[in-house]
T-cell receptor
Framework: DAKTTQPPSMDCAEGRAANLPCNHS???????VYWYRQIHSQGPQYIIH???NNETNEMASLIITEDRKSSTLILPHATLRDTAVYYC???????????????FGQGTTLQVKP | DGGITQSPKYLFRKEGQNVTLSCEQN?????MYWYRQDPGQGLRLIYY???????QKGDIAEGYSVSREKKESFPLTVTSAQKNPTAFYLC??????????????FGQGTRLTVV
């Protein structure tokens, strides 16, 4: 199974960029990197995903290194409402199906401070 | 609107009783998943199903059972064999087919407390 490693916690000042790193050194060629976040006692919310190119949407940017062994989620202007646990996930393909297991790590608790 | 619904949001049961958690989706997704989350911890996979009438064990399946008789529904039964059932349970679904880049949708969770 491809696994990810994230720092357990990070702080960020409100209005500044939050850069959340993730290592996925065993990622294989067809596996995508996904980011989700979970606000306390709610279901995780999808943020962004990518394969090898950098991606940007209205919520965040995703930077994937050229060797694909790590990535960084960037929240360009963090707000207090961005305080959450952020999960980096690599899709684990199962058999001939292209809907494999979703394996979550411990995630990074981001605390945005005023 | 399409979505994934878990019910109830809070559930209390006496020790030794089986309890079934509901998960329904109207997104026409093929794959569904059950996770358990303990305080301050990440999500651990209990069971998953990629197609109707088929399911596989995840990392912590002992003490749980599932069924997948309909595409829309993937109920989880927490049996009396589960030693520490008190937890937050999350259900998710993913569309199958096409490229490998589909996102998962999560329900809002069921918080089970066994007393």
């Amino acid at each position: 199974d491809a696994k990810t490693t994230q720092p357990p916690s990070m702080d960020c000042a409100e209005g500044r960029a939050a850069n959340l790193p993730c290592n996925h050194s065993t990622i294989s060629g067809n596996e995508y990197v996904y980011w989700y976040r979970q606000i306390h006692s709610q279901g995780p919310q999808y943020i962004i995903h990518g394969l090898k190119n950098n991606e940007t949407n209205e919520m965040a940017s995703l930077i994937i290194t050229e060797d694909r062994k790590s990535s960084t989620l960037i929240l360009p202007h963090a707000t207090l409402r961005d305080t959450a646990v952020y999960y980096c996930i690599v899709r684990d393909l199962h058999g001939s199906s292209n809907t494999g297991k979703l394996i979550f790590g411990q995630g990074t608790t981001l605390q945005v401070k005023p | 609107d399409g979505g994934i619904t878990q019910s109830p949001k809070y559930l209390f049961r006496k020790e030794g009783q089986n309890v079934t958690l509901s998960c329904e989706q109207n997104l026409n997704h093929d794959a569904m998943y059950w996770y358990r989350q303990d305080p301050g911890q990440g999500l651990r996979l209990i069971y998953y199903s990629q197609i109707v009438n088929d399911f596989q064990k995840g990392d912590i399946a002992e003490g749980y059972s599932v069924s997948r008789e309909k595409k829309e529904s993937f109920p989880l039964t927490v049996t009396s064999a589960q030693k520490n059932p008190t937890a937050f349970y999350l259900c998710a679904s993913i569309r199958r087919g096409g490229a490998f880049n589909t996102e998962a949708f999560f329900g809002q969770g069921t918080r089970l407390t066994v007393v």
